[in-house]
């Protein structure tokens, strides 16, 4: 940096030290979308600027920053060059309150690129990027500046009209009626400007106690040596500066610490649970799918079966819904929804029960059906069953539009032809005279009958219409709820399968949450997502129609008993489908399945030491029964959307099912578990309570290995283990069969003794706050050692035939050469596409529990009775497999029979009990028996060759072959199964399918596909790449001239500065594969690092790379 420029930052900022207090500024540069290399000069010119006029500069890109404690020390915070989502809202919410003490704020260029879900931060900042020339020409180009207001110290020194070479940006959501402008630019200047004569490139404003500046220039590197923009920016900076901070002006509450919220299970491994209701005494009475009605007593803490329906189960028919009354305490009176099992109709009930609460029994023989809905029964699908209550003691009921969508391709299930009405959703969702496909409105009068509502979307009498429908439009609302103090509805709605739009049918399989005001029509079957319209389709000729109109939707089915002309369609809340969501990131991607929970206001609960905060207030709970998650979404005073956070993002839901606030205000939820239609060990109902005061440790516990031959060295360790209060912590280890206690955070013992020890970690603070963790440590039986030996390449598929060898070693047992016959070694190879290595793991656990099962038959009397092809006393193997097939229903049910005994079934003679058996064992044995018949489960050769030919016809992957064993175990110590899998891949990877990666992007370009953007000086790293047999190397790069200015590509080993093994050029426009000789033969496994580099890109990205190919 030149003295005349050091000369300029300390004439510039001598007045900051008149008033600074803290004289600190933080420039934050995270980036979660693009990255400028300008960063890299951003950062360098605050920190001189800082050095030159002693003031502290804190460069970060952690948002950990962002908390309160840490925000008070800082004048100004800087956002150089953000992109994306780099805020969680515990983080938003303390640099909201920073803001409001009176904290200045700097943007700089894309800092406009930054948080598109904040409402609060898009005020702040006062636009948001919306575009930039690029698409027939670069993206940095010169224009021509022209000053707004030179009155403003930031422009005071600038000409009235200059010029420069930047990226200027289009802005979208710009606030002018707030914003004060400074900088605009000339579009005449430059080319493909989109925003007309009026284009600011600058501005500032004061906002909710704090100041905001913005600049769009900072693209370029050369902007933070240019001496008009410095003084712009440093000027700016000055402006923003907070001479103090107030906290007693803040507005925002602090989000509340997750750590603070305490999940208990009440109950688990339920069958099929699905609603729930919490009674004013804290009892929580939940349904489950097959019938029953169970009652936890938060006083015995015991869960009680209250009462039993028969219920019609086939398809997802059953026990869908409970509700009390709102007068539940006076008059005792529940609502269910339900399938009866009979043979004279094929309704489904809401029915009102009356609850005897001194013997906590559902006296059935009361009940009065209040409403009928027609159901088909002979297909599925989608049955709603929701019920929930208004003040004014109305009842909402949703039902599902008891349409198959089979048959429809994931679209609109619109089949028209004669007895395709099962498979026409306009003959119940868009049919406004039934009942399914509808959120109903009814209020149920003391005789059990009920009257309609003023207000509902038909009036009572009118032609063609049910007066009940409040909602009409509906594929399968599962659960709602209804916000008590606002009246206004809530609900998720669940969406068709197609996993991608298709112009000729219509949209991908968007799913909802929706808020419902007012009556409305709500689009299925004819609309989706944001009212995307589906064409009309022909299912006889496979022609598609006219898409549908949102303002006029019609309903032209034959199957229609209802009117033609429908209400225009309503827009939903919130929408998104199977792939990342670019209006809701926090969605994520994948299956979905959204759920309406409930909408918190604090003063309509009871003070109690687990109730929520009022950091909740308004803010409407939206979960994901696929995703495993749940949101906060923060609705305004006129209870509009107003953004969204995840709520205990890092605890784990199995499927949540449905969820109410006590009156004692603690969350229950009710989690299905994850297996469908089956009782599943994680089903559960739980609590969630809010700890406003000091928290108990958080113990964790880690040991070097969990089972082994005696003696048994362990190393232990307390890593994780915290108090999150920062109270002094004490440990405590009992280790069991008269090995000493220890005080020690990581004792070290040795167990000599074979045996199954229970260790225990007691950690206690200071408080008094005491917490534990329980780990089992299995002495007396040594883990068998399982390898896969490949003969060619281990990385990648180079041959059609690939040779492979297993070997096991096991202390006890001995080895395949001596003592362990191959035949219990299971060997599997498979052919996975797209390499999944979640789907690998589940392989590896399909194997052990194969062969788990198999050693838990031979060690027990099974062979008495049984054989494994052949009837015996009992059935074959075989026998059992054919006529059970293989789910969690029939594993459960069999499990019980072998602990229980029985007989029936296959004769007179009747099965011995096994009680010495656990659930975990029995599954393991009839998950082997219903396996046994299953190719994919019949064991491999210990060695041998295969033939590579599945990817050829198949999408990329890999080859996995995986072995396991299951030793024969001790007296005291059962069989440990141990595995070991290889990954062999076809030869062309993904770019994007780096390890590790620095100063790239991700993008997606059609046709192309996937795209990893190179920067100069960025790389891409591919761990433990095997290059024996390799020679050449194919890079897919492509660079469009305007867009992207080419560069180098060097291969190097081990690291980003390694040895180089060859390089390649990417020149401007190129679009074809470059390949690359290596110089010598490679017999090794590697890192490979790919280094782009072009000194002179000046900030613009070198070129995309979608596929590299590994050749012999």
């Given at each position: 940096m030149s003295k005349k420029f050091n000369l300029f930052l300390l004439t510039a900022f001598t007045s900051f030290q008149l008033f600074a207090q803290q004289n600190s500024v933080l420039v934050f540069s995270k980036t979660a979308g693009f990255r400028h290399v300008s960063i890299k000069e951003g950062r360098e010119f605050f920190e001189n600027l800082g050095k030159t006029n002693g003031f502290k500069v804190v460069l970060s890109e952690n948002s950990d920053e962002f908390n309160e404690e840490n925000l008070k020390k800082f004048n100004a915070v800087v956002f150089l060059n953000t992109t994306g989502d780099v805020l969680n809202p515990a983080q938003q919410a303390d640099f909201e309150r920073y803001i409001q003490s009176g904290g200045g704020y700097l943007g700089i260029h894309a800092a406009s690129d930054t948080e598109y879900n904040w409402p609060w931060y898009n005020d702040l900042m006062g636009g948001y990027f919306a575009s930039h020339p690029g698409r027939n020409v670069s993206n940095v180009q010169n224009g021509k500046m022209m000053v707004i207001d030179r009155n403003h110290p930031s422009t005071a020194h600038l000409p009235e009209t200059f010029e420069r070479e930047d990226e200027f940006y289009d802005f979208k959501s710009l606030k002018t009626d707030k914003l004060k402008f400074l900088v605009k630019v000339d579009e005449k200047s430059y080319k493909e400007g989109k925003m007309g004569d009026f284009h600011p490139m600058s501005w500032y404003h004061e906002y909710d106690g704090g100041k905001s500046f913005y600049s769009n220039f900072g693209h370029t590197p050369a902007t933070f040596s240019e001496p008009l923009m410095t003084k712009h920016l440093s000027e700016g900076l000055?402006?923003?500066?907070?001479?103090?901070?107030?906290?007693?002006?803040?507005?925002?509450?602090?989000?509340?610490?997750?750590?603070?919220?305490?999940?208990?299970?009440?109950?688990?491994?339920?069958?099929?649970?699905?609603?729930?209701?919490?009674?004013?005494?804290?009892?929580?009475?939940?349904?489950?799918?097959?019938?029953?009605?169970?009652?936890?007593?938060?006083?015995?803490?015991?869960?009680?079966?209250?009462?039993?329906?028969?219920?019609?189960?086939?398809?997802?028919?059953?026990?869908?819904?409970?509700?009390?009354?709102?007068?539940?305490?006076?008059?005792?009176?529940?609502?269910?929804?339900?399938?009866?099992?009979?043979?004279?109709?094929?309704?489904?009930?809401?029915?009102?029960?009356?609850?005897?609460?001194?013997?906590?029994?559902?006296?059935?023989?009361?009940?009065?059906?209040?409403?009928?809905?027609?159901?088909?029964?002979?297909?599925?699908?989608?049955?709603?069953?929701?019920?929930?209550?208004?003040?004014?003691?109305?009842?909402?009921?949703?039902?599902?539009?008891?349409?198959?969508?089979?048959?429809?391709?994931?679209?609109?299930?619109?089949?028209?032809?004669?007895?395709?009405?099962?498979?026409?959703?306009?003959?119940?969702?868009?049919?406004?005279?039934?009942?399914?496909?509808?959120?109903?409105?009814?209020?149920?009068?003391?005789?059990?009958?009920?009257?309609?509502?003023?207000?509902?979307?038909?009036?009572?009498?009118?032609?063609?219409?049910?007066?009940?429908?409040?909602?009409?439009?509906?594929?399968?609302?599962?659960?709602?709820?209804?916000?008590?103090?606002?009246?206004?509805?809530?609900?998720?709605?669940?969406?068709?399968?197609?996993?991608?739009?298709?112009?000729?049918?219509?949209?991908?399989?968007?799913?909802?949450?929706?808020?419902?005001?007012?009556?409305?029509?709500?689009?299925?079957?004819?609309?989706?997502?944001?009212?995307?319209?589906?064409?009309?389709?022909?299912?006889?000729?496979?022609?598609?129609?006219?898409?549908?109109?949102?303002?006029?939707?019609?309903?032209?089915?034959?199957?229609?008993?209802?009117?033609?002309?429908?209400?225009?369609?309503?827009?939903?809340?919130?929408?998104?489908?199977?792939g990342d969501s670019k209006d809701f990131p926090l969605m994520e991607k994948g299956g979905a399945n959204p759920m309406g929970g409930p909408v918190y206001h604090s003063e309509e609960y009871q003070n109690s030491d687990g109730k929520f905060p009022n950091y909740f207030d308004n803010k409407f709970f939206a979960y994901e029964w696929m995703r495993d998650w749940i949101v906060a979404v923060t609705l305004d005073k006129d209870g509009n959307y107003a953004g969204m956070e995840r709520f205990m993002p890092n605890t784990k839901f199995y499927h949540p099912m449905d969820m109410a606030f006590g009156q004692n205000g603690v969350l229950y939820t009710l989690e299905y578990g994850m297996n469908w239609f089956a009782q599943n060990e994680e089903a559960q109902l739980s609590m969630i309570e809010y700890n406003a005061g000091n928290r108990k440790p958080v113990v964790k516990v880690k040991a070097s290995v969990t089972e082994g031959a005696a003696p048994l060295t362990v190393k232990f360790s307390t890593e994780g283990t915290l108090d999150y209060d920062n109270d002094k912590i004490y440990y405590d280890w009992t280790f069991g069969k008269s090995i000493p206690n220890s005080k020690l955070a990581n004792p070290s013992v040795v167990f000599t003794k074979p045996g199954i020890y229970d260790v225990n970690l007691s950690v206690k603070d200071s408080e008094g706050n005491e917490n534990n963790e329980i780990v089992k440590i299995k002495v007396g039986n040594a883990v068998p050692v399982v390898d896969i030996k490949i003969k060619s390449n281990k990385s990648f598929v180079l041959d059609e035939?690939?040779?492979?060898?297993?070997?096991?070693?096991?202390?006890?047992?001995?080895?395949?050469?001596?003592?362990?016959?191959?035949?219990?070694?299971?060997?599997?190879?498979?052919?996975?596409?797209?390499?999944?290595?979640?789907?690998?793991?589940?392989?590896?656990?399909?194997?052990?529990?194969?062969?788990?099962?198999?050693?838990?038959?031979?060690?027990?009397?099974?062979?008495?009775?049984?054989?494994?092809?052949?009837?015996?006393?009992?059935?074959?193997?075989?026998?059992?497999?054919?006529?059970?097939?293989?789910?969690?229903?029939?594993?459960?049910?069999?499990?019980?029979?072998?602990?229980?005994?029985?007989?029936?079934?296959?004769?007179?003679?009747?099965?011995?009990?096994?009680?010495?058996?656990?659930?975990?064992?029995?599954?393991?044995?009839?998950?082997?028996?219903?396996?046994?018949?299953?190719?994919?489960?019949?064991?491999?050769?210990?060695?041998?060759?295969?033939?590579?030919?599945?990817?050829?016809?198949?999408?990329?992957?890999?080859?996995?072959?995986?072995?396991?064993?299951?030793?024969?175990?001790?007296?005291?110590?059962?069989?440990?199964?141990?595995?070991?899998?290889?990954?062999?891949?076809?030869?062309?990877?993904?770019?994007?399918?780096?390890?590790?990666?620095?100063?790239?992007?991700?993008?997606?370009?059609?046709?192309?596909?996937?795209?990893?953007?190179?920067?100069?000086?960025?790389?891409?790293?591919?761990?433990?790449?095997?290059?024996?047999?390799?020679?050449?190397?194919?890079?897919?790069?492509?660079?469009?001239?305007?867009?992207?200015?080419?560069?180098?590509?060097?291969?190097?080993?081990?690291?980003?500065?390694?040895?180089?093994?060859g390089s390649t050029t990417i020149s401007a426009g190129n679009m074809l594969p470059k390949e690359v000789t290596l110089p010598k033969a490679f017999a090794k496994t590697e890192d490979i690092f790919f280094v782009f580099k072009n000194e002179n890109a000046e900030g613009k990205p070198l070129f995309g790379i979608s596929k590299i190919e590994f050749k012999k």
């Open positions: 000055k402006w923003a500066w907070a001479s103090k901070l107030d906290y007693t002006k803040v507005k925002t509450q602090r989000a509340p610490e997750e750590n603070r919220f305490i999940k208990t299970t009440l109950v688990k491994n339920l069958d099929e649970p699905t609603e729930l209701a919490v009674m004013p005494n804290g009892k929580v009475i939940f349904v489950e799918r097959k019938g029953a009605i169970k009652l936890w007593n938060p006083k015995t803490k015991e869960t009680k079966l209250v009462g039993q329906l028969n219920v019609y189960k086939k398809f997802e028919y059953g026990l869908m819904g409970v509700s009390l009354d709102p007068n539940f305490v006076n008059n005792n009176w529940l609502y269910f929804y339900y399938s009866p099992e009979t043979d004279q109709h094929k309704d489904n009930f809401l029915s009102r029960f009356t609850y005897d609460q001194n013997t906590d029994t559902v006296l059935i023989s009361t009940e009065k059906i209040v409403l009928r809905v027609h159901a088909k029964r002979d297909e599925c699908c989608h049955t709603g069953g929701s019920i929930d209550w208004d003040a004014k003691g109305n009842l909402f009921l949703s039902t599902g539009d008891d349409t198959n969508p089979f048959a429809s391709d994931g679209y609109a299930p619109i089949d028209f032809r004669e007895g395709r009405q099962g498979w026409d959703a306009l003959s119940t969702s868009g049919n406004t005279n039934d009942l399914r496909g509808k959120i109903l409105r009814i209020h149920p009068e003391n005789d059990g009958t009920y009257t309609i509502p003023e207000g509902n979307l038909f009036p009572n009498g009118m032609e063609k219409t049910r007066p009940e429908i409040y909602v009409m439009g509906n594929r399968n609302p599962y659960r709602i709820s209804v916000d008590k103090k606002t009246g206004f509805l809530y609900w998720g709605e669940i969406g068709p399968d197609a996993g991608k739009s298709n112009p000729e049918r219509g949209p991908e399989g968007y799913v909802e949450f929706n808020q419902a005001r007012k009556p409305g029509f709500f689009g299925w079957p004819i609309f989706a997502g944001n009212n995307t319209p589906y064409r009309a389709y022909d299912f006889e000729t496979k022609k598609s129609g006219e898409l549908f109109d949102p303002l006029k939707p019609v309903n032209l089915s034959p199957h229609n008993t209802g009117l033609k002309n429908l209400p225009p369609t309503q827009k939903p809340m919130i929408w998104y489908g199977y035939t690939i040779d492979y060898e297993v070997t096991v070693f096991d202390k006890e047992d001995g080895s395949l050469i001596r003592g362990i016959n191959p035949e219990d070694v299971m060997v599997s190879i498979n052919y996975l596409e797209g390499y999944d290595k979640t789907v690998l793991e589940q392989g590896h656990k399909s194997n052990e529990s194969f062969m788990t099962g198999k050693r838990h038959i031979e060690k027990s009397d099974c062979a008495a009775c049984h054989s494994k092809d052949k009837k015996s006393i009992g059935p074959s193997y075989y026998d059992i497999a054919d006529k059970y097939p293989k789910n969690a229903t029939n594993i459960t049910i069999l499990a019980n029979k072998i602990i229980s005994g029985g007989g029936g079934v296959w004769g007179e003679q009747a099965m011995a009990a096994h009680p010495q058996l656990g659930q975990t064992e029995a599954k393991e044995i009839v998950d082997y028996i219903l396996s046994i018949k299953d190719p994919k489960a019949t064991s491999k050769p210990i060695s041998g060759s295969f033939k590579a030919n599945d990817h050829k016809t198949k999408k990329e992957g890999a080859y996995i072959i995986q072995a396991s064993y299951t030793d024969k175990g001790g007296k005291i110590i059962g069989s440990i199964t141990n595995s070991k899998s290889v990954a062999i891949k076809t030869p062309i990877l993904s770019a994007q399918a780096y390890d590790k990666t620095e100063n790239t992007q991700k993008f997606s370009v059609a046709p192309v596909g996937d795209l990893l953007i190179a920067n100069h000086n960025s790389f891409a790293e591919y761990e433990k790449i095997d290059l024996t047999g390799i020679s050449k190397i194919s890079i897919s790069a492509f660079s469009q001239a305007g867009q992207s200015v080419g560069g180098s590509i060097e291969i190097r080993l081990g690291s980003a500065t390694g040895l180089l093994i």
